[in-house]
């Protein structure tokens, strides 16, 4: 008599979110306060998200108050900007705080559409759910611009991505390419044990000292309120695209060792050829060039444009309403892709997911 076999159900949740980063946890601070079932998938070995392969002496842009997440603030502890490691501690303990059900390391490789429910094609098997947050960010999908002559450079290209400290670049002949926060607090540290330039389009706008991040947030959500609601907005002096002074930043700026100078006009085999036409040798360049939205698994779905974006209304995808995106910038939210602006995109995502599950509020919740 043939041996029966044994059939597995397929896992099926209410709500799963694709990522267990700050994105993914903000999320579900908001799903738990409803009677459903929720899952946070996360492709990362530990709680931290992304944060846990930034560089050694990263810092936050404002202070611990305003760098956290919805319900718990992040604890002081003694410094006024929490560096990496403080981060990634204070992630892990919110997930073990809110006692929220990561599942981790799992690795989505496909989202596709059943006429019930989507369908997650997974490392450790199929997972179904009725409605999907995508919360996977950038941190794995960066962005490195086209130069000429970039495939005969000999000397080694890195990208934010890929460094951690300074000290493999001592004594060596470096360009840092980016005129962000990242390419500020890189060449700040680079300076000190390199001879460095910092390639940027325009000259960089330094905040003032006593304007941290919370100061821009403030303003910059201030001018996006104005301009969604079709309101005149008072143009403010700060973007958020200058540069905090973060201790490290404030220290080189003084010493004179933060100018910048204009883009290379080609790379060679042994370094770059300047605008003006002169040749000078690198052994290095560090791409401080951003990201692009991590989204390859959603393919299935049909939802991405040619740049690989989705097209939303609010965070919720236009194609297929069953999918919202957080963490991947203003096209998601403003400010989205931070600590402190996280909240409003994960609260409005979790929330439209519970309206379209008919969900109940727990009670003992909040």
């Given at each position: 008599?043939?041996?029966?076999?044994e059939s597995r159900a397929i896992p099926s949740f209410d709500v799963v979110v694709i990522g267990g980063g700050q994105a993914g946890l903000a999320c579900g601070y908001f799903l738990r306060r409803y009677?459903?079932?929720?899952?946070?998938?996360?492709?990362?070995?530990?709680?931290?998200?992304?944060?846990?392969?930034?560089?050694?002496?990263?810092r936050t842009f404002s202070p611990a108050r305003w760098s956290s997440l919805p319900g718990w603030r992040m604890p002081e502890q003694g410094s006024q900007w929490p560096h990496r490691d403080e981060v990634i501690d204070y992630l892990r303990h919110y997930e073990q705080r809110y006692q929220l059900p990561v599942k981790r390391p799992v690795t989505v490789h496909d989202v596709t559409a059943g006429p019930q429910r989507l369908h997650l094609a997974t490392d450790h098997g199929e997972i179904r759910a009725?409605?999907?947050?995508?919360?996977?960010?950038?941190?794995?999908?960066?962005y490195i611009p086209a130069y000429p002559g970039?495939?005969?450079?000999?000397?080694?290209?890195?990208?934010?991505?890929?460094?951690?400290?300074?000290?493999?670049?001592?004594?060596?002949?470096?360009?840092?390419?980016?005129?962000?926060?990242?390419?500020?607090?890189?060449?700040a540290e680079l300076a000190t044990v390199a001879e460095v330039s910092w390639v940027t389009f325009e000259p960089p706008r330094f905040l003032p000292e006593s304007v941290d991040g919370r100061v821009l947030f403030e303003r910059a959500s201030a001018l996006w309120r104005a301009r969604q609601s079709g309101e005149a907005a008072v143009e403010t002096e700060y973007?958020?695209?200058?540069?905090?002074?973060?201790?490290a930043v404030h220290a080189a700026l003084k010493q004179g060792r933060l100018g910048s100078v204009r883009p290379f006009r080609a790379l060679t085999e042994?370094?770059?050829?300047?605008?003006?036409?002169?040749?000078?040798?690198?052994?290095?360049?560090?791409?401080?060039?951003?990201f692009r939205p991590a989204l390859n698994h959603l393919a299935g779905l049909g939802v991405q444009?040619?740049?690989?974006?989705?097209?939303?209304?609010?965070?919720?995808?236009?194609?297929?309403?069953?999918?919202?995106?957080?963490?991947?910038?203003?096209?998601?939210?403003?400010?989205?892709?931070?600590?402190?602006?996280?909240?409003?995109?994960?609260?409005?995502a979790s929330e439209g997911s519970v309206r379209l599950l008919g969900a109940k509020r727990w009670r003992h919740r909040s």
């Open positions: 008599m043939p041996a029966k076999t009677a459903l079932r929720f899952v946070i998938l996360d492709g990362e070995q530990a709680g931290g998200g992304a944060w846990q392969h930034m560089w050694a002496s990263l009725r409605a999907v947050i995508n919360a996977t960010g950038s941190w794995h999908h960066p970039q495939q005969e450079f000999r000397g080694r290209q890195w990208h934010t991505v890929d460094y951690d400290r300074p000290e493999p670049f001592r004594g060596r002949r470096v360009l840092v390419v980016g005129g962000g926060n990242s390419g500020a607090q890189l060449m973007g958020l695209g200058d540069i905090v002074q973060t201790p042994s370094g770059v050829i300047w605008p003006d036409g002169t040749e000078e040798a690198i052994d290095d360049v560090i791409w401080c060039t951003g444009d040619d740049a690989g974006r989705v097209a939303v209304e609010g965070n919720r995808s236009s194609v297929e309403p069953r999918l919202w995106l957080v963490g991947h910038g203003n096209w998601t939210g403003f400010a989205s892709a931070t600590l402190m602006g996280v909240m409003r995109s994960a609260r409005q």
